[in-house]
């Protein structure tokens, strides 16, 4: 957060107290989300690094002074036989390591571990106490070492035994006590199904599936528990004789044998690769689940090991939940700035305080148009919930209002280009998006030639986007064809480059003049045309001179070429300016290389296979590649094109790929490239 007087910092705490209030009160009373817990959670970690920077702003009634899970006096408090601990949190390779380190450094010096990992299931924890085989009690967490008895609610869960299964070979564990901790669940699919319900009646809606089983159980008339449907999936045993269940992985056994659900994912893996391994598998994976994730349990499998390394605070040390990042988080705007893409799209995009969301930080975030900052009344001096997953280009989700202090802008749609002072037009009624219509922009053509030489397109080494816009500044290139004309004299001349550099820059551009025409085309940055497309175009007009002379039905002819991509290109090579360009590239010598007519069509272009293939072994995919004029690597570099991702790959080539910004594509996009 920026600097702030204490007076500031009063009223913000103020401010962010009653929106979390609000928050919590309509999540935990009314059932109600008005945001996601993630952002909840930024914005109480916000009021908890104010209150440590001003502790006497602290008050009793803060929402960081509330001790969570004290039992309730409707139900009958229930002392739990063992305390039920929580877990502490890990983020990453690093800090699982660290964790590792730790436990090692409390054990023998040879002791091999072996982890046992689960899925996080994301309900709410319950123990369930059996005599004889017989369900007694069923006890919430409560505060860990208290709980409340919910046994007539819990018993309308049929996924509950109520009589432990006499499994031939695990009848010993009918005899005497048995307890078994899991998580009740309810399924996203009957979470949504009530909440259809829920809408047709008129009813408001419930916040997520978590909330709503623990509202369930929590109800005092159990006929209503068992028209909701809940589940219970097991995660671990206590037995008056532990040495029954060496391991983890042997207790979840056990526990199937005697009728309960438990996670079939869960895995005994050994070493913290492998630990990584699963959790890269489940970060997509997960979505598929049932019930709702937001991470993993890892745990020593050995159960020994695991009671003797003991309990810090609240948590086993023998354990932690490896959380996936979130995918919200709230920070402030603090600006607007309009871009000029390389089509002349006038994008206004929010410059923000730096936050992590989704295990990278962001600091800008695209508003789409004009009409998307005004829909959603994005102000600079916003506090705003940015959302970004995975690759996904981070989005500003929605302000939240009532944070304001009266300082905000609001934003103003500037009448010209930033750049080049020309009137900006608008292109899209509906949507209020404007562009600039001039071809000559400086912000056009730096992205022009930025995209030109990017990876995808020529592929030139050492003409990123300061380089690009360092040639620009000094009047020696306007567009992309101008790099050709580039001496070695005139770039020395610049601050950037010393005389090595400027060869260098000049032999790269000088080696691209004959690209493949599919790189080509894609580097001309007509819109509507990615990578797939330039190479379909190449493949069918087979010469620059033949696409530049195509009609919109030869080109609405070709496969993966519709109506608005046929467009685009006729008007591109219609416009003057465009013409020119062409006849420039000619006149500097650049000759896009003509696609052969027999099997050329993967000419120019570098695949690595990563993990299995499932449709033909990877002897035959370098085959057929290679019969296509392609070719196949063996390990990633900068010009590898493709990498093509089978199963169980390993990670060390896809985290390559990723900080090589290599195309990643699955087994069958390779098919279809083949085919
Ligand atoms: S093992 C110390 N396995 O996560 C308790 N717990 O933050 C370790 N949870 O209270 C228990 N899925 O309610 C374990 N597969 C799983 C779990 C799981 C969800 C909950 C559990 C526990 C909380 C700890």
């Known amino acids: 957060m920026t600097d702030m007087t204490r007076h500031q910092a009063e009223e913000r705490i103020a401010k962010l107290r009653e929106l979390i209030n609000n928050y919590r009160y309509h999540y935990h009373v009314l059932d109600e989300?008005?945001?996601?817990?993630?952002?909840?959670?930024?914005?109480?970690?916000?009021?908890?690094?104010?209150?440590?920077?001003?502790?006497?702003?602290i008050t009793p009634d803060s929402p960081t002074q509330r001790v969570a899970g004290a039992p309730s006096p409707e139900f009958v408090s229930v002392e739990h036989s063992q305390r039920m601990l929580s877990l502490n949190d890990v983020f990453n390779e690093v800090e699982v390591a660290a964790w590792r380190d730790r436990v090692l450094k409390l054990l023998p010096a040879d002791t091999k571990l072996e982890y046992f990992v689960d899925i996080k299931m994301d309900g709410l924890a319950c123990a369930l106490h059996y005599e004889n085989g017989v369900l007694v009690r069923g006890i919430t967490r409560g505060d860990g070492f208290v709980g409340e008895d919910v046994t007539a609610n819990i018993r309308t869960i049929e996924s509950i035994p109520l009589r432990l299964h006499a499994t031939k070979g695990f009848e010993h564990f009918l005899d005497g006590r048995t307890e078994v901790r899991g998580e009740i669940l309810m399924y996203k699919t009957d979470f949504e199904a009530l909440n259809r319900q829920r809408e047709a009646a008129g009813k408001p809606l419930f916040a997520n599936p978590r909330n709503t089983a623990a509202g369930t159980i929590r109800q005092l008339d159990p006929s209503l528990v068992a028209g909701r449907k809940l589940y219970f999936r097991a995660y671990d045993m206590l037995r008056d004789d532990p040495a029954n269940l060496p391991t983890h992985a042997q207790a979840y056994e056990v526990m199937r044998a005697l009728g309960f659900l438990a996670n079939r994912q869960a895995s005994v893996v050994s070493g913290v690769d492998a630990v990584m391994h699963f959790a890269r598998e489940w970060d997509t994976k997960r979505h598929d689940l049932p019930f709702n994730t937001d991470g993993l349990v890892v745990k020593v499998n050995n159960r020994r090991l695991y009671a003797d390394l003991g309990v810090v605070g609240k948590a086993p040390r023998a354990a932690v939940a490896y959380k996936y990042a979130a995918e919200q988080?709230?920070?402030?705007?603090?600006?607007?700035?309009?871009?000029?893409?390389?089509?002349?799209?006038?994008?206004?995009?929010?410059?923000?305080?730096?936050?992590?969301?989704?295990?990278?930080?962001?600091?800008?975030?695209?508003?789409?148009?004009?009409?998307?900052?005004?829909?959603?009344?994005?102000?600079?001096g916003d506090t705003v919930i940015v959302h970004k997953a995975g690759d996904i280009i981070p989005e500003v989700v929605e302000p939240l209002t009532t944070l304001r202090d009266g300082s905000e802008k609001p934003f103003v749609m500037p009448e010209k280009c930033p750049d080049c002072g020309t009137k900006?037009?608008?292109?899209?009624?509906?949507?209020?998006?404007?562009?600039c219509?001039?071809?000559?922009?400086?912000?056009?053509?730096?992205?022009?030639?930025?995209?030109?030489?990017?990876?995808?397109?020529?592929?030139?080494?050492?003409l990123g986007e300061k380089n690009v816009i360092a040639l620009l500044g000094a009047g020696l290139v306007k567009d992309p064809a101008d790099i050709f004309t580039l001496s070695e004299q005139q770039v020395v001349q610049l601050d950037r480059f010393a005389q090595i550099s400027a060869?260098?820059?000049?032999?790269?551009?000088?080696?691209?003049?004959?690209?493949?025409?599919?790189?080509?085309?894609y580097g001309l940055g007509i819109r509507h045309i990615g990578v797939q497309t330039a190479i379909d175009l190449a493949n069918t007009f087979k010469s620059?001179?033949?696409?530049?002379?195509?009609?919109?039905?030869?080109?609405?002819?070709?496969?993966?070429?519709?109506?608005?991509?046929?467009?685009?290109?006729?008007?591109?090579?219609?416009?003057?300016?465009?013409?020119?360009?062409?006849?420039?590239?000619?006149?500097?010598?650049?000759?896009?290389?003509?696609?052969?007519?027999?099997?050329?069509?993967?000419?120019?272009?570098?695949?690595?296979?990563?993990?299995?293939?499932?449709?033909?072994?990877?002897?035959?995919?370098?085959?057929?590649?290679?019969?296509?004029?392609?070719?196949?690597?063996?390990?990633?570099?900068?010009?590898?094109?493709y990498l093509v991702v089978g199963k169980n790959v390993g990670a060390s080539k896809l985290a390559k790929a990723a900080k090589l910004g290599t195309k990643q594509i699955n087994e069958q996009a390779l098919v279809e490239m083949l085919a």
């Open 503 to 521: 060869r260098k820059l000049v032999a790269a551009i000088q080696a691209k003049k004959q690209p493949p025409l599919s790189r080509f085309i």
């Open 544 to 641: 620059i001179e033949s696409l530049y002379q195509a009609t919109i039905d030869e080109l609405n002819a070709v496969e993966g070429v519709g109506a608005i991509v046929a467009e685009s290109v006729v008007e591109w090579f219609a416009e003057p300016s465009n013409r020119q360009l062409m006849s420039k590239f000619a006149a500097n010598g650049v000759r896009p290389e003509t696609v052969a007519t027999v099997g050329g069509k993967l000419a120019g272009l570098n695949f690595v296979v990563t993990g299995s293939l499932e449709q033909m072994s990877r002897d035959q995919a370098a085959e057929q590649i290679r019969a296509l004029g392609g070719t196949f690597q063996s390990s990633v570099g900068k010009d590898t094109d």
């Open 437 to 462: 219509p001039n071809e000559a922009c400086p912000s056009r053509s730096w992205k022009r030639i930025e995209h030109f030489a990017s990876k995808a397109a020529l592929d030139i080494e050492g």
């Open 424 to 435: 900006l037009v608008k292109i899209n009624a509906k949507d209020a998006a404007w562009r």
């Open 33 to 57: 989300s008005i945001m996601s817990e993630e952002a909840a959670d930024s914005l109480k970690h916000e009021l908890s690094q104010l209150e440590t920077s001003y502790p006497n702003l």
């Open 329 to 380: 988080a709230t920070t402030k705007v603090k600006d607007i700035f309009i871009s000029i893409g390389r089509t002349g799209a006038a994008t206004p995009v929010a410059m923000l305080e730096p936050v992590v969301v989704a295990g990278s930080t962001v600091q800008m975030a695209t508003l789409h148009n004009e009409g998307e900052v005004k829909r959603k009344d994005i102000r600079v």
